[in-house]
């Protein structure tokens, strides 16, 4: 994790966060009052991690929470008063909202930022891996397309398209898909 932003109307949280923070060595740490703020900055920018204390001025912070989280790309941390924590988190959870409760242990305040630092690592993972597999999708896809054109424009099967682009890309010392985009390139008129 490198960036975070912490949202709380108190200046003393703020400063504990923002000391927990650099302790975990996170670089860019932005702080915010309200809600609208961070809604208006989440849409211009993102963070490995938001730190919500609740309530704040505007909003309670669950709605904030749940809405950060579900786009999948920022650790949320909401952290309540103990008497709203069943509630709120029998809510959050499933959006997969770390929740903890005031006041703050120092211990399980580090505990959740461990477990968020964790579970962000995994999501970028994870998004690798979808991206590479979209991209031999793409890959495939042209490929097909390719094989598709050589069926139709020079008669040939569909192992006889598929082992030209293969010999192309070996004699080339190439990818299939370039050899592909060649292909669509040529006969695209």
């Known amino acids: 994790m490198e960036s975070a932003l912490i949202v709380s109307c108190t200046k003393k949280n703020s400063a504990f966060f923002t000391e927990m923070l650099s302790a975990a060595s996170l670089n860019q740490i932005v702080t915010l009052q309200s ?3 961070a809604r208006r900055l989440l849409l211009e920018c993102n963070f490995d991690l938001v730190i919500i204390n609740a309530p704040l001025h505007d909003e309670s912070g669950e709605n904030l929470a749940r809405h950060i989280a579900s786009k999948g790309i920022s650790q949320v941390i909401l952290v309540v008063n103990s008497e709203y924590f069943e ?3 029998a809510v959050t959870e499933d959006d997969g909202v770390l929740t903890i409760t005031k006041p703050i242990d120092r211990a399980v305040f580090w505990s ?25 999708i793409e890959d495939i896809r042209i490929v097909d397309l390719a094989k598709c054109i050589l069926i139709s424009y020079l008669s040939l099967s569909e192992q006889q398209a ?9 004699d080339m010392r190439t990818t299939k898909r370039a050899v592909a985009e060649g292909i669509l390139k040529t006969y695209e008129n």
Do not use: D, P, T, W
């Open 87 to 89: 509630e709120v988190s």
């Open 162 to 170: 598929h082992r030209y682009i293969e010999k192309q890309a070996m």
């Open 112 to 136: 959740a930022l461990k477990l968020a630092k964790s579970a962000q690592n995994r999501i970028k993972l994870m998004q690798a891996k979808n991206s590479k597999l979209k991209q031999k």
């Open 35 to 37: 809600c609208g703020e």
